[in-house]
């Protein structure tokens, strides 16, 4: 059975000639829709043929799941290797009993030392996955107040494009047709309201990791003029975390937010 595990894995499996005769606007939209089960290989009538020949044996959601599980399991396992209390420090975190006790959105998440994590909220792979890599993986330190988009990010140049469809713009389509969605972040996630950063109507920031503040700014649309939204990471993010956990941040992020709009209405 063919192995796809990745949107740039089908990303290089396609033309990329962004002909959009797949009803959507690029190849790489194309990618993300096939990971999150939208789309079929079969819907770009110019994918190789032998990959179209596979494609009827390839649940590639199924896979991407199972992938999911699969990394969620190891992380377990390592995190029983920390020492939570002298890594409380690294993580701006608290020692609750013998739980590790991060702040996540304003609300606490609790890590025992078999990598479960529990909270008042409702916890998903796409939160607990970046908060078991953030224990493994942050160096410690302060934040540097220098914002930057994913792309100017350290590692951030080849998978910036795939963000920029899958988080940006999504959010982006967000908020333009939910003009409510920046005042539930605030009062949900415990967003806080920012001024002067970057010309914008709206700008707010979240701490999803307490290391790894995330800016959105929102521009409403005007006059002729289109919409615009950006989303800002810290420039020392990949200190807490690596390129691929932030983007399953950013993308869990978008996916959240877009189901409090929906139940919002
Ligand atoms: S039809 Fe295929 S080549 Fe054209 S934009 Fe969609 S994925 Fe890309």
Redesign the pocket.
């Known amino acids: 059975m063919a192995r796809i595990s990745n949107p740039l894995e089908i990303y290089k499996l396609?033309?990329?000639?962004?002909?959009?005769?797949?009803?959507?606007?690029?190849?790489l939209?194309?990618?993300a829709a096939v990971i999150k089960g939208e789309k079929k290989l079969g819907?770009?009538?110019?994918?190789q043929t032998d990959t179209k020949k596979t494609e009827t044996e390839v649940n590639v959601r199924q896979h991407y799941d199972e992938q999911r599980t699969q990394h969620l399991e190891s992380l377990k396992k390592m995190i029983s290797t920390v020492d939570f209390p002298h890594s409380r420090d690294r993580l701006g975190a608290r020692i609750v009993g013998e739980k590790l006790a991060i702040t996540c959105l304003g609300k606490d998440f609790f890590v025992d030392r078999s990598g479960n994590v529990t909270s008042i909220c409702h916890t998903h792979a796409g939160l607990t996955i970046p908060l078991l890599s953030y224990i493994l993986q942050s160096k410690g330190g302060s934040v540097t107040g220098s914002w930057v988009p994913f792309r100017e990010l350290k590692n951030g140049t080849a998978m910036g494009p795939l963000f920029e469809q899958r988080c940006v713009k999504t959010l982006k389509n967000i908020a333009d047709s939910n003009t409510d969605l920046f005042e539930d972040i605030i009062s949900i996630f415990n967003g806080e309201k920012a001024e002067n950063i970057f010309p914008a109507d709206i700008s707010i920031i979240i701490h999803p990791l307490p290391r790894i503040p995330i800016l959105i700014c929102y521009l409403k649309a005007e006059d002729d003029l289109e919409s615009d939204l950006s989303i800002y990471f810290d420039s020392g993010a990949e200190n807490h975390l690596r390129i691929e956990s932030i983007f399953e941040l950013g993308a869990g992020l978008v996916m959240m937010f877009d189901k409090i709009a929906k139940k919002h209405g």
């Open positions: 396609l033309p990329q000639t962004n002909c959009r005769e797949c009803y959507l606007p690029s190849c939209a194309f990618s819907d770009c009538p110019y994918i």
